[in-house]
């Protein structure tokens, strides 16, 4: 059975850092495009960022909101996504699924609050 | 970025009767290897989303045969054959043709 279980969220002040991990299980990782889904409150679903396998080069894409203040890495020895966020404004405010980039499969969602 | 139009935005249904929710793409979908990444899913409250629909017209496994995809191009439709109290939530198409992947605003679905 495929598994993606994210981690990390929390209750933080804007500007500072916090980072997100997605453990994945039942499904070959190390070959999977992956991503991070954000659904901020009373908002639709936004993309925030895919990387690929390593052989497929590896490289993160960003979305513009979050270009330059978002890192998405992955761990493909402990089968774990990450998302690494600072400069954390009030707008990242969301719930933030680890996803497929397909959409075939996703987590249960990790609630990130940005509030002073 | 490419915008996907999700038309109508609030769709009230009756039990039993057909649901057509239309996604307008505002550049082709058509990916250079001969696909058409465009995929459906549904978002019930405190769940997350679940694809339906992949690639236009495929369902995804354990997906009631009432659902079906159809399009191509820029234009794309969902349908419901016969709605069920379950299938209430919120719609969305989303395009993984182009980077970055975008949904439509989404459709509510709710039961008259």
């Known amino acids: 059975e495929v598994q993606l279980v994210e981690s990390g969220g929390g209750l933080v002040k804007p500007g500072v850092s916090l980072r997100l991990s997605c453990a994945a299980s039942g499904f070959t990782f190390s070959n999977a495009w992956m991503g991070w889904v954000r659904q901020a409150p009373g908002k639709g679903l936004e993309w925030v960022g895919r990387i690929g396998p390593k052989s497929d080069g590896g490289t993160p894409d960003y979305v513009a909101p979050v270009k330059g203040r978002f890192t998405i890495s992955r761990d493909d020895s402990e089968a774990t996504l990450f998302l690494q966020m600072d400069s954390l404004k009030i707008d990242d405010t969301a719930v933030y699924y680890c996803a497929t980039t397909g959409g075939g499969q996703w987590g249960q969602g990790t609630l990130v609050t940005v509030s002073s | ?112």
């Open chain 2, 1 to 112: 970025d490419v915008v996907l139009t999700q038309s109508p935005l609030s769709l009230p249904v009756t039990l039993g009767q057909p649901a057509s929710i239309s996604c307008r793409s505002s550049q082709s979908l058509v990916s250079s290897d001969g696909n058409t990444y465009l995929n459906w899913f549904h978002l019930r409250p405190g769940q997350s989303p679940r694809r339906l629909i992949y690639t236009v017209s495929n369902r995804d496994s354990g997906v009631p045969d009432r659902f079906s995809g159809s399009g191509s191009g820029t234009d794309f439709t969902l349908r419901i054959s016969r709605v069920e109290a379950e299938d209430v939530g919120v719609y969305y198409c989303m395009q993984a043709t182009h980077w970055p992947s975008t949904f439509g605003q989404g459709t509510k679905v709710e039961i008259k």
